[in-house]
């Protein structure tokens, strides 16, 4: 008897918000006439936006959406929960947050070392901070997802004619001939970033994280003596200690000493793609506080979700934890719109051009319900401009009642351009931005609770100083990044120590 044909799968049906995200990112004065006070995950298509991306074939865009609408979540509302959780732990000072990686991910670092390297970087960092502040590191990647970048510019020139500028390998191609804006890369950032994410996960479980052998991580490019010699201090007084534990059995039971948690991040800037992500999903038990909803919930239809109950939640499961830039943090605009209705914990760049009051504003609009860890407040000021901003924005929101992280990152603000034509920074300058942070917090009668960096495990000359010496002539030794530089293996480790020695002086 001959083998019944097996029926095809039928092609998605795109979701009618979908259908609005589509409508928008083709013809943008689609949607900012039908605007609306209630959230949805398509309202922001009501809204102005900035560091928009318009394609020119509708179906194109329609068909890439109505696939990421079908695919599975990267992410678990369980485990978006734990990290809200531990963030709360993080405002309340009790644990701190290092976030780090890739400027701009390229799919071609979907491969073993790469993200290898970066797992191992982030483990060492957090081991001298944990020396050093004797208190828990959560742990976020820059990874598995940050594609997309900003640009101050939609234009370059290239051999005299215009051309769109490289927005990331979910938008367009490094290579000139590549530059129109292709919705299919929506598609593929999807995969790349679950394949990131699984390695991520099965090397964790593998045991790449397990504390018995920290120094199976190794330095990678790290040469100098000095660096070499405080890790290895710290990892004999690990091993003196778990040697103890094993001696008294307790060790028999310390779960956590071979695995650590790693979470994913980056910057929420293609709504479309993090709308197709966000899904109406169950509350897990563990959620602490119940999550409350900032808006009215939309009407059930027949292309659309149920309305929720209180047990229910949006979630953007593309990653667990996602930030607005300093460019896109309009109260008025789409990218706020978007994020004020997910439940996953929230950064906002705060950069030397955000009033006080703009500043409360946005948290007021964001969490309303002033829950503790649910914002972290990433500064980025520049070293010359810290002193006089960070102090009045601290005491703006001690004054409101909110209780957000407050991170430093020193990077954004002491990016400069040298006559080679690198973007560079200078690492004395990342390092002088770090210490006021430390410094001024401390004066406010609060702790830093957290860095975030752009780094890479990789032996890169991006950044100019540390302790190895680099200068603008050894920019392009090995220069490799396709948007902004980053931190080589060694200049992290040094800011780790210099955190960690801040705390250890008390």
């Known amino acids: 008897m001959a083998k019944p044909i097996e029926r095809?799968?039928?092609?998605?049906?795109?979701?009618?918000?979908g259908q609005d995200a589509a409508d928008v990112k083709v013809n943008r004065s689609a949607g900012i006439n039908g605007a609306s006070s209630e959230w949805t995950p398509s309202s922001w298509t009501t809204?102005?936006?900035?560091?928009?991306?318009?394609?020119?074939?509708?179906?194109?865009?329609?068909?890439?959406?109505?696939?990421?609408?079908?695919?599975?979540?990267?992410?678990?509302?369980?485990?978006?929960?734990?990290?809200?959780?531990?963030?709360?732990?993080?405002?309340?000072?009790?644990?701190?947050?290092?976030?780090?990686?890739?400027?701009?991910?390229?799919f071609d670092y979907c491969e073993e070392a790469a993200?290898?390297?970066?797992?191992?970087?982030?483990?060492?960092m957090s081991l001298v901070l944990i020396w050093g502040s004797n208190k828990p590191v959560l742990r976020i990647a820059r990874m598995a997802g940050q594609f997309a970048k900003p640009r101050s510019s939609p234009t370059?020139?290239?051999?005299?004619?215009?051309?769109?500028?490289?927005?990331?390998?979910?938008?367009?191609?490094?290579?000139?001939?590549?530059?129109?804006?292709?919705?299919?890369?929506?598609?593929?950032?999807?995969?790349?970033?679950?394949?990131?994410?699984?390695?991520?996960?099965?090397?964790?479980?593998?045991?790449?994280?397990?504390?018995?052998?920290?120094?199976?991580?190794?330095?990678?490019?790290?040469?100098?003596?000095?660096?070499?010699?405080?890790?290895?201090?710290?990892?004999?007084?690990?091993?003196?200690?778990?040697?103890?534990?094993?001696?008294?059995?307790?060790?028999?039971?310390?779960?956590?000493?071979?695995?650590?948690?790693?979470?994913?991040?980056h910057e929420a800037l293609l709504l479309e793609y993090e709308q197709s992500l966000t899904r109406l999903l169950r509350q897990p038990p563990s959620a602490f506080p119940p999550p409350s909803s900032p808006h009215p919930q939309p009407p059930a239809t027949a292309s659309s979700a149920p309305t929720p109950s209180p047990l229910k939640g949006y979630y953007n499961t593309s990653a667990h934890f996602l930030w607005i830039g300093d460019r896109t943090r309009d109260l008025s605009g789409a990218h706020i719109e978007y994020i004020r209705g997910i439940e996953n914990p929230i950064g906002i760049k705060v950069g030397p051009t955000l009033a006080s009051d703009e500043l409360v504003s946005l948290l007021d609009l964001v969490d309303p319900s002033r829950t503790p860890g649910k914002i972290t407040l990433i500064t980025r000021y520049g070293e010359h401009k810290i002193a006089s901003l960070l102090?009045?924005?601290?005491?703006?929101?001690?004054?409101?009642g909110h209780r957000?992280?407050?991170?430093?990152?020193?990077?954004?603000?002491?990016?400069?351009?040298?006559?080679?034509?690198?973007?560079?920074?200078?690492?004395?300058?990342?390092?002088?931005?770090?210490?006021?942070?430390?410094?001024?917090?401390?004066?406010?009668?609060?702790?830093?609770?957290?860095?975030?960096?752009?780094?890479?495990?990789?032996?890169?000359?991006?950044?100019?100083?540390?302790?190895?010496?680099?200068?603008?002539?050894?920019?392009?030794?090995?220069?490799?990044s396709y948007c902004d530089p980053r931190l080589n293996e060694k200049q992290a480790l040094e800011l780790a120590f210099l955190v960690a020695g801040h705390f250890r002086a008390g």
Request: aromatic fraction near 6%.
């Open 404 to 480: 957000p992280v407050w991170q430093c990152d020193p990077m954004h603000g002491n990016t400069r351009s040298t006559p080679s034509g690198h973007k560079t920074r200078q690492f004395s300058s990342i390092l002088n931005e770090l210490a006021q942070a430390l410094h001024i917090h401390k004066e406010e009668g609060g702790e830093l609770g957290g860095v975030h960096l752009e780094l890479t495990g990789e032996a890169v000359t991006e950044c100019v100083g540390g302790s190895e010496g680099l200068r603008d002539e050894d920019l392009g030794l090995n220069y490799t």
């Open 156 to 265: 370059e020139i290239h051999e005299g004619k215009e051309i769109p500028s490289f927005r990331g390998d979910n938008i367009n191609g490094y290579d000139p001939s590549d530059r129109t804006p292709d919705p299919r890369r929506l598609v593929d950032a999807y995969f790349h970033s679950a394949s990131t994410l699984n390695y991520m996960r099965a090397s964790l479980a593998s045991g790449i994280a397990d504390l018995h052998s920290p120094l199976d991580w190794g330095l990678g490019h790290v040469r100098d003596e000095d660096i070499k010699a405080k890790y290895q201090r710290i990892v004999e007084s690990i091993t003196e200690s778990l040697r103890f534990m094993r001696t008294v059995g307790a060790d028999t039971t310390a779960h956590g000493l071979e695995t650590v948690d790693l979470y994913t991040s």
């Open 391 to 400: 102090g009045l924005h601290i005491r703006a929101v001690k004054a409101s």
């Open 47 to 106: 809204k102005p936006i900035k560091q928009d991306v318009t394609y020119s074939d509708r179906s194109a865009v329609a068909k890439a959406l109505a696939k990421l609408e079908r695919l599975p979540p990267l992410v678990t509302p369980t485990e978006i929960v734990k990290l809200r959780n531990n963030l709360r732990d993080v405002a309340l000072g009790k644990a701190f947050l290092l976030q780090g990686g890739d400027c701009a991910e390229l």
């Open 8 to 17: 095809p799968i039928e092609a998605p049906e795109l979701s009618k918000s």
């Open 115 to 124: 993200i290898e390297s970066k797992i191992k970087l982030l483990l060492q």
